[in-house]
């Protein structure tokens, strides 16, 4: 480990040493303990990063769910607490936030569930600072029977809510913004603390979900169907967009809050209700956002359960998805996790959207603007610590300008000032995660023994939290390292000759999320966003592969799962379509001019019709059977397209 001195010293609490590696212990005392009863898998001790404390053991609802070992589910077994009772002194660091916690409604022991009611029967787990490594608070998790009664009760409002008028639902979105307007501040230094995001992108995060309210407001007054014309003579075709039902939304830990807004702004005000299956390790932020959301909804008269919560692990995520009663599964995550979700939805018929991976690369070309490459490159590359979905993890410069940019872009990393999170001046916090920071040291080593060159970084910060450096790396673009997405702060850089080769590295990898050009001249341009540049879902110009504005579309193609957020088109997702055709005639001509032939010789129909034996309805009586002819129709077949006689 290297030494660090953040230039931003830490002023929370600093953890002892032997903490952190109590915690690392602790993760792997209890993977083992599963490993045993294979009810308690790493990914989710590890996504926690939390531990549960012996001293605190479950209450006594939340034990005898435990005790039911509901099949699939983290199983708090007696071997799990007994794994953790010698590690009962990692410290907690809730009195030194306590009056952010209470401006939040965040306790030191909370219930993570709410189907209308806030309760909860599954393990308790604990949510821990990455710049500290101490306890934040804890929070009892979702049982299966919970994933149960939360749709169930969401499903139920969503009925009452879907007759709510559209612009009646949009002021009901406008009023969530302005609540979290109020606290937009004291959710973002939460972001903070339990992401490790710094405080000036925090902000930013919950700015996304503002303007998500504001988009939301604006197309619940605008949200438009369609009147086509049709082929057939006084005919009409309608298309309409209906509330679709359920929306389980599941999330991942890099954007605890702007994901929900993006979804949930767009499925409330287009009459859905919402089940929410957040990241375990960032629950807080979850509970917080949901009770001003609540806050909301209950001041209105509607029921909470449109926003249900479900924290817990892979597991709630996997009963949601797996759940016929959820119409669509937006899932935002690692690429490995949503090629299954995807599957399981879809296996019942159930829809899906997909936020995933990327490994997105930024291209400079040799007429670049040099200064402003470099700080866009900056800001995207080291941004939330490489813990974007749309962090530029390649960098793609033209020889000629190749040595002069690595220079400056590698003067400007050496500036990066590392620290705490919360700090003003720091641009750069910790990992999220322990597993994040293993990531990282394996990688380094995997890159040495590829043969890159490290220009930067490449080391973990000794010390308090979870920091490493940000790192840049010369390596060939075609390393089977260099297409995966490592989700750390590392650049993989590389010099190429002429547009169609940056063109072809950019596309050489199975993601397809975000990619960026810097350049002057106008014949790249075109060529990078037109069909044969650039596959991926976000083509940027000038601008680095990270920052995106909630208006347009987001989301990306191939690996990246092919789904959209957020702005334009994106609210049709979360609605079903429906065409109708109307006719305003007094005739039935078919589409496509079919002339369907079910009528006897039309002297049949005129001998009925002389005798009187037609009823009233135009039909021969008794004219043998199904077999009558029915005289309007006969006649309006000429109205059609190509219509002919006896089109029925
Ligand atoms: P992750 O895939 O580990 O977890 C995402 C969510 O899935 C979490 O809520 C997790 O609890 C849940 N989950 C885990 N196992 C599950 C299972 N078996 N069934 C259902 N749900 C399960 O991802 P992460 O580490 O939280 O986030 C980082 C990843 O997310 C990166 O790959 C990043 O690129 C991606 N991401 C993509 C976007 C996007 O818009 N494309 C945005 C943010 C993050």
């Not at 990692?90 to 909370?110: A, P, Q, S, V, Y």
Request: proline share 4%.
């Amino acid at each position: 480990m290297l030494s660090y001195a953040p230039v931003a010293p830490l002023s929370l609490h600093s953890i002892a040493k032997s903490g952190t590696v109590s915690l690392v212990r602790h993760c792997s005392t209890l993977t083992a303990a599963s490993n045993s009863n294979r009810r308690f898998p790493l990914r989710s001790v590890l996504e926690a990063r939390a531990s549960t404390l012996p001293t605190q053991s479950p209450a006594p609802h939340a034990r005898s769910a435990i005790h039911r070992s509901l099949p699939g589910f983290i199983n708090g077994s007696g071997s799990r607490f007994a794994a953790v009772s010698s590690h009962e002194k990692l410290e907690d660091e809730f009195e030194l936030h306590k009056e952010l916690f209470d401006e939040l409604g965040i306790k030191k022991e909370n219930s993570g569930v709410c189907n209308g009611e806030w309760g909860g029967s599954g393990p308790v787990i604990y949510s821990m600072n990455p710049s500290t490594g101490k306890i934040l608070a804890s929070i009892t998790t979702a049982s299966k029977a919970d994933v149960d009664s939360a749709i169930d009760a969401a499903r139920k409002a969503q009925h009452l809510w879907r007759s709510v008028p559209t612009p009646v639902r949009g002021h009901i979105v406008r009023e969530i913004g302005e609540a979290l307007r109020e606290k937009k501040l004291a959710l973002a230094k939460l972001i903070s603390l339990e992401v490790g995001k710094i405080l000036a992108e925090a902000e930013g995060e919950v700015q996304e979900f503002i303007d998500m309210t504001d988009i939301a407001l604006g197309l619940s007054r605008s949200m438009p169907g369609q009147v086509l014309p049709s082929e057939r003579s006084k005919h009409l075709i309608l298309e309409q967009w209906h509330p679709l039902g359920c929306v389980g939304v599941i999330t991942a830990f890099n954007f605890p809050h702007a994901v929900y807004g993006w979804n949930s702004s767009l499925a409330f005000v287009c009459g859905n209700s919402v089940v929410w299956k957040p990241a375990l390790s960032t629950s807080l932020v979850a509970l917080a956002t949901t009770k001003i959301v609540h806050s909301v909804l209950e001041r209105n008269n509607y029921p909470t359960s449109l926003a249900a919560l479900l924290c817990g692990a892979g597991e709630v995520g996997e009963a949601v998805s797996k759940d016929r009663r959820v119409d669509l599964v937006s899932f935002t995550g690692s690429t490995a996790i949503g090629r299954k979700v995807g599957v399981w939805a879809q296996e019942r018929f159930g829809r899906v959207l997909l936020e995933l991976g990327g490994n997105n690369a930024c291209i400079v070309m040799d007429d670049a603007n040099i200064e402003l490459a470099v700080r866009g490159i900056l800001f995207s590359a080291v941004g939330t610590s490489g813990q974007r979905c749309t962090t530029t993890r390649r960098l793609f410069v033209q020889q000629g300008v190749y040595d002069i940019f690595m220079e400056h872009l590698t003067h400007a990393y050496k500036q990066v000032r590392i620290g705490n999170p919360l700090d003003k001046g720091t641009i750069y916090g910790p990992l999220h995660n322990h597993s994040a920071v293993s990531r990282f040291q394996k990688t380094m080593e995997e890159i040495k023994r590829a043969g890159g060159a490290i220009l930067h970084g490449g080391k973990v910060v000794d010390g308090p939290g979870l920091f490493v450096q940000p790192t840049i790396v010369r390596m060939d673009p075609t390393a089977e390292i260099v297409q995966r997405e490592t989700f750390a702060p590392i650049l993989y850089a590389a010099k190429f000759k002429d547009l169609s080769e940056a063109i072809q590295l950019n596309n050489a990898v199975p993601q397809g999320l975000s990619s960026s050009i810097f350049t002057s001249d106008v014949r790249a341009l075109f060529e990078f966003i037109g069909p044969n540049g650039s596959d991926c879902g976000i083509v940027n110009v000038n601008v680095p592969t990270s920052g995106a504005e909630v208006g347009a579309a987001f989301g990306g193609e191939k690996e990246t799962g092919g789904g959209r957020e957020a702005g334009s088109d994106a609210w049709k997702q979360y609605c079903r379509r429906s065409t109708t055709t109307i006719n305003f005639g007094d005739d039935l001509p078919l589409a496509q001019g079919i002339a369907f032939h079910h009528s006897p010789p039309t002297s049949a129909f005129d001998a009925a019709s002389a005798s009187g034996e037609v009823d009233k309805l135009g039909y021969a009586v008794g004219g043998g059977g199904e077999d009558v002819v029915k005289g309007g129709i006969t006649k309006a077949a000429s109205g059609g397209v190509g219509g002919s006689a006896g089109t029925v």
